[in-house]
């Protein structure tokens, strides 16, 4: 499992700044090569990005994370304090041979 979240995080990373990488088609000018060109009109729709949608996603993939995380904690932690209990049930009752 753990494996497994850890190639999927390492394909994400890799994968945004390859996509941002990518070069414009052959023949256009880049923005960098012309300079700043202000906009004059505008921005329409097809070209805005959801901005809240996109804010809360990212929220409420954060609090997903932190939660996992949270319950990944509490089960390693019961594991180590029934581990605790065990050896502390063997000390108590003269396991031992010294």
Avoid: N
Wanted: glycine letters at 10%.
């Amino acid at each position: 499992m753990k494996r497994m979240l850890a190639v999927v995080f390492s394909v994400l990373i890799l994968a945004g700044p390859a996509q941002a990488q990518q070069k414009p088609a052959a023949g256009a000018p880049s923005a960098a090569q012309d300079g700043f060109v202000p906009v004059d009109a505008p921005v329409s729709p097809e070209d805005a990005m959801p901005a809240p949608r996109l804010v809360a996603t990212a929220y409420g993939f954060i609090w997903v994370v932190f939660f996992g995380y949270l319950v990944s904690l509490r089960m390693r932690l019961s594991k180590v304090e029934r581990e605790l209990a065990m050896v502390g049930r063997r000390a108590g009752s003269g396991g031992g041979t010294s």
